[in-house]
């Protein structure tokens, strides 16, 4: 079994409360922010593994990119949740990079047995 340890920031509550309050979002907007983030997770993470970059993929759910394909991935995947936000909520670019520094941690965590298991299953 895969251990996953993905980096989740401390006080990610109080954090995006205040992102709330700071960028004058809504709690829906919120909500609708962390599904779309989660579909782009998990559609472009798909993408890779089926393009062959199956380590890169697993080292971004662990939580630790250490080796250039791992950063690419996680790099790639971070400008695309960005833009994701920016074009289907038409938010800020400041806040749409803010949202995505607090939810990817905590998306990729989740969706980490996700996709290990559909690695498992194309295997």
Same mark, same amino acid.
């Given at each position: 079994?895969?251990?996953? =340890?993905?980096?989740? @920031?401390?006080? #990610? !509550?109080?954090?995006?409360?205040?992102?709330?309050?700071?960028?004058?979002?809504? %709690?829906? %907007?919120? #909500?609708?922010?962390?599904?779309? #983030?989660? !579909?782009? &997770?998990?559609?472009? +993470?798909?993408? %890779?593994?089926?393009?062959?970059?199956?380590?890169? &993929?697993?080292?971004?759910?662990?939580?630790?990119?250490?080796?250039?394909?791992?950063?690419?991935?996680? !790099?790639?995947?971070? =400008?695309?949740?960005?833009?994701? +936000?920016?074009? %289907?909520?038409?938010?800020? @670019?400041?806040?749409?990079?803010?949202?995505?520094?607090?939810?990817? @941690?905590?998306?990729?965590?989740?969706?980490?047995?996700?996709?290990?298991?559909?690695?498992?299953?194309? =295997?």
């Amino acid at each position: 079994m895969i251990h996953m =340890s993905a980096y989740i @920031p401390k006080n #990610t !509550d109080a954090k995006l409360r205040s992102l709330l309050h700071w960028g004058k979002i809504r %709690q829906e %907007q919120l #909500t609708e922010a962390f599904l779309i #983030t989660k !579909d782009t &997770v998990l559609g472009f +993470l798909k993408r %890779q593994i089926e393009h062959g970059n199956w380590r890169g &993929v697993l080292e971004v759910l662990k939580g630790k990119p250490m080796t250039k394909a791992g950063r690419f991935v996680l !790099d790639e995947l971070r =400008s695309k949740v960005v833009r994701k +936000l920016i074009m %289907q909520m038409g938010l800020r @670019p400041v806040i749409a990079t803010t949202l995505v520094i607090l939810l990817l @941690p905590i998306i990729l965590a989740k969706v980490a047995g996700e996709v290990v298991g559909w690695i498992r299953n194309r =295997s």
